[in-house]
Nanobody
Framework: QVQLVESGGGSVQAGESLRLFCVASGLAASGYCMGWFRQSEGKEHEAVASIDGDGIKRYINSGRGRFTISKDNANERLYLQMTDLKYEDTATYYC???????????????WGQGTQVAVSS
């Protein structure tokens, strides 16, 4: 059974940093693309950062230069380092995994329960 468990969220002031953690079980992280998504009240679900099977990283435009995604395949962990947080980063952040396919990534099939990030200005 695949399980993704996030942690590391919290309440911070604008300009501060947080590091989100995701522990994956039941899957071999090296065989999956993994990503962080977020959803805030009244807004659509959006992709924040992802890392594919070749280690290529992608970021939401507003997160470039502030967010860093990393993956530890040996320990089945995914991280999101967020710096210089802004009020608009307030959301529930989800870890997700998509199987690698011949070219790129498949659909994000597995999702965690989310961890909340609240940034006060």
């Amino acid at each position: 059974q695949v399980q993704l468990v996030e942690s590391g969220g919290g309440s911070v002031q604008a300009g501060e940093s947080l590091r989100l953690f995701c522990v994956a079980s039941g899957l071999a992280a090296s065989g999956y693309c993994m990503g962080w998504f977020r959803q805030s009240e009244g807004k659509e679900h959006e992709a924040v950062a992802s890392i594919d099977g070749d280690g290529i990283k992608r970021y939401i435009n507003s997160g470039r230069g502030r967010f860093t995604i990393s993956k530890d395949n040996a320990n089945e962990r995914l991280y999101l380092q967020m710096t210089d947080l802004k009020y608009e980063d307030t959301a529930t952040y989800y870890c997700a995994a998509a199987p690698r396919v011949r070219i790129g990534c498949g659909s994000y099939t597995y999702w965690g329960q989310g961890t909340q990030v609240a940034v006060s200005s």
